[in-house]
T-cell receptor
Framework: DAKTTQPPSMDCAEGRAANLPCNHS???????VYWYRQIHSQGPQYIIH???NNETNEMASLIITEDRKSSTLILPHATLRDTAVYYC???????????FGKGITLSVRP | NAGVTQTPKFQVLKTGQSMTLQCAQD?????MSWYRQDPGMGLRLIHY???????DQGEVPNGYNVSRSTTEDFPLRLLSAAPSQTSVYFC????????????FGQGTRLTVV
């Protein structure tokens, strides 16, 4: 599976959009991009995933570049409860060995 | 709907002891997996299963055994606990292999002394 690169941390103000970047330059054509987050020491929580097109759900938007080598997770109106570690993962089905990496720590400040 | 249930939540073992971490899901998911998370690190895949009777190794399988006799249950066995296995263990399930949402349990915090 392709590896991902994320900055270690970032912060944003409450109520503002949080844009979390992820580089995955070695992604292959059949690999999806997934985002999960982990609040404190809880189990990771799924946020969103996509293949080529941009995706949006009630939690976030996922913007994937045309060459698919990078993506951005957008939390449109960050709240204090969005403070967490966010993991960008790429991978696909059978026999893949997905790794979460260290993720990016998002701190939302009041 | 309980989702993914892990037991116990906390456990302290002595070096050399064996134990089984339990994981059960009630969503009829085919795919289940075990991860460990060490302090300040991401999750690392230990073992996974694509269905009852089928298991395979992940990134860090040494020291752990798994079996999948039913769709619902995927226990993780530590045969002879070592301090290096002190970690937080997460079980996850999904309808298939990662092309959909994966659901995680709340974790088992294991300390080996």
């Amino acid at each position: 599976d392709a590896k991902t690169t994320q900055p270690p941390s970032m912060d944003c103000a409450e109520g503002r959009a949080a844009n979390l970047p992820c580089n995955h330059s070695t992604i292959s054509g059949n690999e999806y991009v997934y985002w999960y987050r982990q609040i404190h020491s809880q189990g990771p929580q799924y946020i969103i995933h996509g293949l080529k097109n941009n995706e949006t759900n009630e939690m976030a938007s996922l913007i994937i570049t045309e060459d698919r080598k990078s993506s951005t997770l957008i939390l449109p109106h960050a709240t204090l409860r969005d403070t967490a570690v966010y993991y960008c993962i790429v991978g696909t089905g059978a026999n893949s060995k997905l790794t979460f990496g260290k993720g990016i720590t998002l701190s939302v400040r009041p | 709907n309980a989702g993914v249930t892990q037991t116990p939540k906390f456990q302290v073992l002595k070096t050399g002891q064996s134990m089984t971490l339990q994981c059960a899901q009630d969503m009829n998911h085919e795919y289940m997996s075990w991860y460990r998370q060490d302090p300040g690190m991401g999750l690392r895949l230990i073992h996974y299963s694509v269905g009852a009777g089928i298991t395979d190794q992940g990134e860090v399988p040494n020291g752990y055994n798994v079996s999948r006799s039913t769709t619902e249950d995927f226990p993780l066995r530590l045969l002879s606990a070592a301090p290096s296995q002190t970690s937080v263990y997460f079980c996850a399930s999904s309808p298939d292999l990662w092309n959909t949402e994966a659901f995680f349990g709340q974790g088992t915090r294991l300390t080996v002394v």
